[in-house]
Every structure is written in C-alpha cells, then in structure tokens.
C-alpha cells in the first residue's frame, strides 16, 4: 500500500539525506562569503572616523577638477564618483563630511572586490581552505584594518593589478593535452586573456604611477620559464640529440609571455596619455598611512617569522614543481606577483601606503598559517607516539 504511514516514513527517510546534503552546501557557501567579504566588512565598520588629510582633496579634485589644482587620473575619479555620482562640491563642511561618508562607500566596496579576487587567485594556487585563510589574513593587515576605509588610489591600482594577476594565472592555467593548444580556439583565449591583462596591469598604472613593477611580472615568469625550458633542453641535448629538443613547442609556450613582456609598457603607456590629466610625476602616493607590520616588538616578530616561513614553503613548494613537471603555474605566477610586489614595498619610503603590498602579505601569511599548522601537528603526533 503507497498511501500507509510505513510508506510515507520511508519516502522521508530517502528524502532526508538530500536536503541535509543541499542545507550543508548552502551553509559552506554562506560561510565563504562572510569569509571573503571579511575585509570589506573590517573597512566598513569605520565609515564614520575623521577624514584623512588627503580625502577632501582627493573627492574635490573628482567632483570639481576645475577648482582643484594639479594632475589627476581618470581612473581615481571615476573611482571617487562611484558612490556619489556627479554630485557638487558642496561649500559647507559639515556637506563635505557627508559626502565623503558617501564616497567611502566605493573604498569599502573596492576592498570588497579586492577580497573576492584574493580568494579566486590563492583558490587556482592552492585550494580553497587556503583562499579563505588568505581573505582572512588580508583582513588582518594594517592597510585593511587600520586604513581600509580611508578614500585613496591605491584602491582602484591594486583591484586592477590582482585582476590582472588572476587573468595571468588563468593563461598559465594551460591544459595538459597537448593537442588543445594547436587550435584557433586556444590561441584566441590564450589572445583575450593576454590582452585584458595587459589592459588591466596599463589602468593600475594609469590609476597611480607609481605602482608601475605591475608590468614586471610577465617579465620574471618568462624569464623563469626560460631558465627551466634551457635546463631541460640540456638535458635532452646530452641524452639524445639537438635535434631532439622540441623547439615548436617550447616556441608555443614562451610566446604568450613573451609577447606580453614586451607590449605591457607600451600599453601602459597608452593607458598613461589617455587618463592622465597633467604631469603624471604630480600623481603622488598617499602617505601618512600605517605600516606594513605591528609597532609592539613581539607581534612584530611573529608577524615576520609567519611571512618568512610562508615565504620560503611558497618558494621550495613551486621550484620543485616547476622542476618536476616543467609547466607554468598559477602558483608560480602568484609567487612573482607577491615577490615584486613586496620588494617595491621593501623600497618605498616610510609612511607610505602599504596597501599594494597588502595582498602579497595575505598570500604568505596564509601560507606560513598553514605551515605552522601543520609543523605543529607534526610535533603533537611525535609526542604522542613517544608516549
């Protein structure tokens, strides 16, 4: 009998596991977005604090170029007028105070952004619990924390340089199949996503001058895929022949790069004349910010012993990759992108804003996370298998 309570008991406990199944996997996704979405939630909750010195400034210079002396680049001021549109300059302070509490709104959601391509960029190197440590790290930086509300250019530079990070992953991202990368298809991506990189490495440029090492990483990754495609060429040369060493195909994996080394400055350059206004040696970082690590002597120490450890578990991780398997990867891409990154950082002046370094800090301090977890779970097991 189909319609006896015995049944309908069995029908629910065959429906049962599904639903639990689907609550489960609404539950993680909803989990992942708090966690991505954690450094905007940081910067947002202090909307309300006093403006930094070059805040007005910088929203007067987007609302009211006539009134505003010196160069500006476009791409700040459309950043500027995301949230306020072409709104007037108003004449009363406390307007302005008002406004720019408006404006801050694009700051928080360009941190935002920036979270949701740190966990798409550590996600191809990584996996997916290491993108969340990275979301969360990110979040704990003193650019975010600290300064994550403070209306600046650096926001629109660094969403446009990690996009383009997260474009070149996804070209060294090629296939195993051999066959696949001989055809138009191919080729046309592999043209697209070479082409918006480019674009978006020349618009971070063109947002803050100074932020030009962008252009160094297709640079730096060819030159490594260089060194590794001639290491292995020698060794097919001194077991076989020079005539066995695949020049086609090592033609067709340096090209994409090559090309992109060599036409990244000259879009940049394009980019340059078409959305700055003025000179662009006028376009100044933004200084008075915090620092990278923490003033206290001992979170200072920890801070940099993380990095450090996620730094070289990063770099022994990806050379023996590379050395294994003899392909570009999203890992070693992001390593370029983190080690440029940070030695600009090591070079800037003192009280610069730290943000573009910000991400680069998030990638490593995941990593050493994760290692020290795992080193300390090493040490847990020894003990007690000692016992």
Same mark, same amino acid.
């Given at each position: 009998m189909t319609g006896s309570p015995a049944a309908g @008991? !069995?029908?629910? &406990?065959? $429906? /049962?596991?599904?639903?639990?199944?689907?609550?489960?996997? @609404? %539950?993680? *996704?909803?989990?992942?977005l708090l966690v991505v979405a954690l450094p905007a939630m940081v910067a947002g909750a202090r909307l309300g604090d006093a403006p930094a010195p070059h805040e007005l400034d910088l929203l007067q210079q987007a609302l009211s170029p006539a009134t505003a002396a010196g160069a500006r680049s476009e791409v700040v001021t459309m950043f500027a007028q995301a949230a306020v549109g072409a709104a007037n300059w108003p004449a009363d302070a406390a307007a302005r105070l008002e406004l720019l509490g408006h404006a801050r709104l694009a700051q928080v959601f360009g941190l935002l952004l920036l979270g949701v391509?740190? *966990? $798409?960029?550590?996600?191809l190197a990584r996996g997916r619990l290491q993108a969340l440590l990275a979301c969360v790290c990110l979040a704990l930086t003193a650019p975010v924390r600290c300064d994550g509300f403070v209306l600046r250019s650096e926001t629109p530079a660094v969403v446009l340089a990690t996009f %383009?990070?997260? #474009?070149?992953?996804?070209?060294? *991202?090629?296939?195993?199949?051999?066959?696949?990368?001989?055809?138009?298809? *191919?080729?046309?991506r592999v043209f697209a996503l070479a082409l918006c990189a480019m674009s978006a490495n020349?618009?971070?440029? /063109?947002? #803050?001058?100074?932020?030009?090492?962008?252009?160094?990483?297709?640079?730096?990754?060819?030159?490594? &895929? /260089?060194? !590794?495609?001639f290491v292995r060429g020698l060794r097919v040369r001194v077991r076989r022949s020079l005539l066995a060493v695949p020049l086609?195909?090592?033609?067709?994996?340096?090209?994409?790069?090559?090309?992109?080394?060599?036409?990244?400055?000259? @879009?940049?350059?394009?980019? #340059?004349?078409? $959305? @700055?206004?003025?000179?662009?040696?006028?376009? !100044?970082p933004t200084y008075g910010m915090h620092e990278v690590l923490p003033a206290a002597w001992l979170p200072r120490i920890g801070t940099a012993a993380l990095l450090l450890l996620g730094g070289v578990v990063a770099v022994v991780r990806v050379g023996v990759r590379l050395g294994r398997a003899g392909r570009l990867g999203p890992d070693l891409v992001l390593l370029v992108a983190c080690a440029v990154a940070l030695a600009a950082s090591c070079a800037d002046p003192a009280g610069q804003d730290r943000l573009p370094a910000a991400v680069a800090l998030a990638v490593l301090g995941s990593e050493g996370v994760r290692a020290a977890v795992v080193l300390l779970r090493g040490r847990v097991r020894a003990r007690e298998l000692r016992v």
């Open positions: @008991v !069995q029908r629910a &406990a065959a $429906f /049962a596991p599904p639903v639990r199944g689907r609550l489960a996997r @609404v %539950a993680v *996704h909803c989990a992942t391509l740190v *966990h $798409f960029c550590v996600l %383009a990070v997260l #474009l070149l992953q996804c070209l060294a *991202h090629t296939p195993r199949d051999g066959r696949e990368r001989t055809t138009w298809s *191919h080729w046309l020349g618009l971070a440029v /063109a947002a #803050l001058p100074s932020s030009g090492e962008v252009l160094l990483v297709p640079g730096i990754v060819l030159t490594l &895929a /260089a060194l !590794q495609v086609p195909a090592i033609n067709r994996r340096l090209l994409p790069w090559t090309a992109m080394s060599l036409s990244s400055p000259m @879009v940049a350059w394009w980019l #340059l004349s078409r $959305f @700055v206004l003025g000179s662009t040696e006028a376009l !100044q």
